[in-house]
């Protein structure tokens, strides 16, 4: 993920914010508030929690508890009708047609030049029923507009659901305490339907932090201040704690974040993503044409992992540094942080493709000074991501 820095107001309870209507709240923002919230972002036109405190007791509270985020940001594109399913695979260069219904994939969306629209999670709900759970962008006018000229019969709309991560290794637990055993039970990239007191969830064994966890989708935004207290309380003894998505252990697991590692400037191929993007079959979808002839030509650039020599990075990076190779620029860096777990600065970049080889060294130029780097293997920690696949 990736945002814009706001402050919030300390008036009436912290709960009047420094923009108006435009920007909304989520369900949970109260109830984060009340659990320390101290600083909110902008993502997809509302305010994401973005500080607890101390960002690297949040990682640790992470890998050994669990943490509850705040992600109903991460808003749903809805799309029904009887041609449904081809719609959606228009959308997707990521061949659906065995995607069973209560399935989830990754996938992602690419324009007419093959560029990165989004990379959502993709649920299917019923034969002629999706939800596209997006990053920041504004997909829902995207899939409007094709839909104008599709010459299908879809309907495409926002619907009230906004997630919760329970992210960690106690998530399980966690969560067969909140829910029973079902959704607990839940295999990787599924999800089912869940009644809670009445209240209608979607729970899918997803999440945006390498780590065990799972996502509660409320479809009911006026229970959300009784959803977090609910699970606050009863993961107490768990050791559960307030949180937001952890930068650190992104990057640690090569997780891409829209507008930072990838945008309408990049497509799939230059990502490594070439298993999200069918080009031998029979599926047609938006982007098909470049996508084919950029796999013909080569890609010019690729994304690789860099370790930063050097103090300890203070935060993120908030511009993309320049990556050099003998005094020209190579590319950039994306995403760079200290992991305080392996204490090393790692980050993820895109670069010519000539300067790609493991152990290559670059120099990358930050506000504070030109550190050396050196490409590694990627992800830095745990490659085989069997921690949330557990």
């Given at each position: 993920?990736r945002?814009?820095?706001?402050?919030?107001?300390?008036?009436?309870?912290?709960?009047?914010?420094?923009?108006?209507?435009q920007?909304?709240?989520?369900?949970?923002?109260?109830?984060a508030?009340?659990?320390?919230?101290?600083?909110f972002?902008?993502?997809?036109?509302?305010?994401?929690?973005?500080d607890?405190?101390?960002?690297v007791?949040?990682?640790?509270?992470?890998?050994?508890?669990?943490?509850?985020?705040?992600?109903?940001?991460?808003?749903?594109?809805?799309?029904?009708?009887?041609?449904?399913a081809?719609?959606?695979q228009?959308?997707?260069?990521?061949?659906?047609?065995?995607?069973a219904?209560?399935q989830c994939?990754?996938?992602?969306?690419?324009?007419q030049?093959?560029?990165?629209?989004?990379?959502p999670?993709?649920?299917?709900?019923?034969?002629?029923?999706?939800?596209?759970?997006?990053?920041?962008?504004?997909?829902?006018?995207?899939?409007?507009?094709?839909?104008?000229?599709?010459?299908?019969?879809?309907?495409?709309?926002e619907?009230?659901?906004?997630?919760?991560?329970?992210?960690?290794?106690?998530s399980r637990?966690?969560?067969?305490?909140?829910?029973g055993?079902?959704?607990?039970?839940?295999?990787?990239?599924?999800?089912?339907?869940?009644d809670?007191?009445?209240?209608?969830?979607?729970?899918?064994?997803?999440?945006?932090?390498?780590?065990?966890?799972?996502?509660?989708?409320?479809?009911d935004g006026?229970?959300?201040?009784?959803?977090w207290?609910?699970?606050?309380?009863?993961?107490?003894?768990f050791?559960?704690?307030?949180?937001?998505?952890?930068?650190?252990?992104?990057?640690?697991?090569?997780?891409?974040?829209?507008?930072?590692?990838?945008?309408?400037?990049?497509?799939?191929?230059e990502?490594g993503?070439?298993?999200?993007?069918?080009l031998?079959?029979?599926?047609?979808f938006?982007?098909k044409?470049?996508?084919?002839?950029?796999?013909d030509?080569?890609?010019?650039?690729?994304s690789?992992?860099?370790e930063?020599?050097?103090?300890?990075?203070?935060?993120?990076?908030?511009?993309?540094?320049?990556?050099?190779?003998?005094?020209?620029?190579?590319g950039?860096?994306?995403?760079?942080?200290?992991?305080?777990?392996?204490?090393k600065n790692?980050?993820?970049?895109?670069?010519?493709?000539d300067?790609?080889?493991?152990?290559?060294?670059?120099?990358?130029?930050?506000?504070?000074?030109?550190?050396?780097?050196?490409?590694?293997?990627?992800?830095?920690?745990?490659?085989?991501?069997?921690i949330a696949?557990?």
């Open positions: 993920m945002a814009t820095a706001l402050k919030h107001t300390e008036r009436s309870r912290g709960t009047e914010f420094s923009f108006g209507t920007v909304r709240k989520s369900p949970y923002t109260d109830a508030l009340r659990w320390g919230a101290k600083g972002s902008v993502y997809n036109h509302m305010y994401i929690p973005r607890f405190g101390d960002p007791q949040n990682f640790w509270n992470l890998v050994n508890d669990a943490i509850l985020c705040d992600v109903a940001v991460e808003r749903q594109v809805e799309i029904t009708g009887p041609d449904a081809r719609f959606t228009l959308l997707c260069p990521r061949d659906l047609s065995k995607c219904v209560g994939k990754y996938v992602m969306l690419t324009d030049d093959g560029g990165v629209i989004n990379d999670i993709l649920l299917r709900l019923g034969e002629n029923h999706f939800w596209l759970s997006i990053a920041d962008s504004d997909v829902i006018l995207w899939a409007k507009g094709v839909a104008t000229h599709a010459a299908m019969d879809v309907q495409i709309r619907p009230d659901v906004s997630p919760l991560q329970l992210q960690g290794p106690k637990e966690i969560l067969r305490a909140a829910f055993d079902e959704p607990a039970d839940l295999k990787y990239y599924r999800f089912i339907r869940h809670w007191l009445g209240v209608p969830l979607v729970i899918s064994r997803t999440g945006w932090s390498s780590e065990l966890g799972y996502e509660i989708f409320l479809c006026s229970a959300g201040d009784r959803l207290q609910h699970l606050m309380s009863v993961g107490a003894s050791g559960l704690h307030p949180g937001h998505t952890s930068s650190i252990r992104r990057i640690e697991g090569a997780m891409l974040s829209y507008h930072a590692d990838m945008d309408l400037s990049t497509n799939p191929l990502l993503m070439d298993r999200l993007i069918d031998d079959s029979q599926v047609n938006i982007g044409a470049a996508l084919l002839r950029a796999r030509q080569g890609p010019a650039r690729l690789v992992g860099l930063i020599d050097g103090a300890p990075l203070e935060g993120s990076n908030t511009v993309r540094w320049p990556v050099s190779n003998g005094g020209n620029q190579i950039y860096v994306s995403s760079a942080i200290h992991s305080p777990r392996l204490k790692i980050a993820l970049a895109l670069v010519a493709r300067f790609t080889a493991l152990g290559q060294k670059v120099t990358i130029e930050t506000e504070v000074g030109t550190p050396l780097a050196m490409v590694v293997p990627k992800p830095f920690f745990d490659p085989q991501k069997s696949m557990e």
